[in-house]
């Protein structure tokens, strides 16, 4: 396993825009894929993005879809979700999550949490009207 840490988050108007980071200090983490979820106060954990180890695929939650943009920078060891258009139902704390159990596996089911087996410990996105 990895630890995957997240940053960006905040306090933000509707329409305005966020990028999140994640990184983790070890460099196998450049070769998992890496999942975005969300959890808002009293619902379940919810997809939101994904991107494969190469970054050739992506995968995003159809309430996001021309909004977020998933992308990875395997130099800096980074995967970012640049967040656009922001709602107010868009706010949630926001959980990178990797996949180290298939390195360098591009194929399989991105969407389901229990596909990743390390999680950050969230960052807060709150998005006023």
């Known amino acids: 396993q990895v630890q995957p840490v997240e940053s960006g988050g905040g306090l933000v108007q509707a329409g305005g825009s966020l990028r999140l980071s994640c990184t983790a200090s070890?460099?196998?983490?450049?070769?998992?894929?890496v999942g975005w979820f969300h959890q808002a106060p009293g619902k379940e954990r919810e997809f939101v993005a994904a991107?494969?180890?190469?970054?050739?695929?992506?995968y995003y939650a159809d309430s996001v879809k021309g909004r977020f943009i998933i992308s990875r920078d395997n130099a800096k060891n980074t995967v970012y979700l640049q967040m656009n258009n922001l709602k107010p139902e868009d706010t949630a704390v926001y959980y990178c999550?990797?996949?180290?159990?298939?390195?360098?596996?591009?194929?399989?089911?991105?969407?389901?949490?229990?596909?990743?087996?390390?999680w950050g410990q969230g960052t807060q996105v709150t998005v006023s009207s």
């Open positions: 991107v494969g180890w190469t970054g050739g695929n992506t």
């Open positions: 999550a990797a996949d180290s159990r298939t390195p360098f596996y591009s194929g399989g089911y991105f969407q389901g949490a229990s596909r990743y087996d390390s």
């Open positions: 070890e460099r196998t983490f450049s070769s998992y894929a």
